[in-house]
Nanobody, 119 residues
Framework: QVQLVESGGGLVQAGGSLRLSCALS????????VGWYRQAPGKQRELVAR???????DYADSVKGRSTISRDNAKNTVYLQMNSLKPEDTAVYYC?????????????WGQGTQVTVSS
C-alpha cells in the first residue's frame, strides 16, 4: 500500500514563498524519479519540477530560477520550495513518484495541495 500525502499549500501574496512537502509511505523500495505537477482550472496538468534518483533536477521554464526540488531520504519526503510566487502559480500541486515496489515500476499520485497566490 503506497501513499503520497502533499502538504504545505495555502494562500500567499505575490512575491511570497511556500514549501510543499510530499511524504511517501508504503511498499516503495527505491525511487526512480519524483516530480511535482500542477493543474490550474481549465488547463492541462503540467510538470513543474522533477528529480531523479541520481539527483538530477529539471524545471519548467515558468518556475526555473525561483523553485527548488529536493528530498530528505531520512524522512522519505520530497519538497518543492517556491519563491517569488506569482498569481500564475495558482493551481493544485500534485506529487508524482516513479518507483520500484519490489515487483515492478509504478507511478503514484498524491491527492494534491492547493496553492493560491493573490495579487
Amino acid at each position: 500500500q503506497v501513499q503520497l500525502v502533499e502538504s504545505g499549500g495555502g494562500l500567499v501574496q505575490a512575491g511570497g514563498s511556500l514549501r510543499l512537502s510530499c511524504a511517501l509511505s508504503g511498499s516503495i523500495l527505491s525511487i526512480n524519479r519524483v516530480g511535482w505537477y500542477r493543474q490550474a482550472p481549465g488547463k492541462q496538468r503540467e510538470l513543474v519540477a522533477r528529480i531523479t534518483s541520481g539527483g538530477t533536477t529539471d524545471y519548467a521554464d515558468s518556475v526555473k530560477g525561483r523553485s527548488t526540488i529536493s528530498r530528505d531520504n531520512a524522512k522519505n519526503t520530497v519538497y518543492l520550495q517556491m519563491n517569488s510566487l506569482k498569481p500564475e502559480d495558482t493551481a493544485v500541486y500534485y506529487c508524482n513518484v516513479d518507483a520500484w515496489n519490489g515487483s515492478y515500476n509504478a507511478r503514484y499520485w498524491g491527492q494534491g495541495t492547493q496553492v493560491t497566490v493573490s495579487s
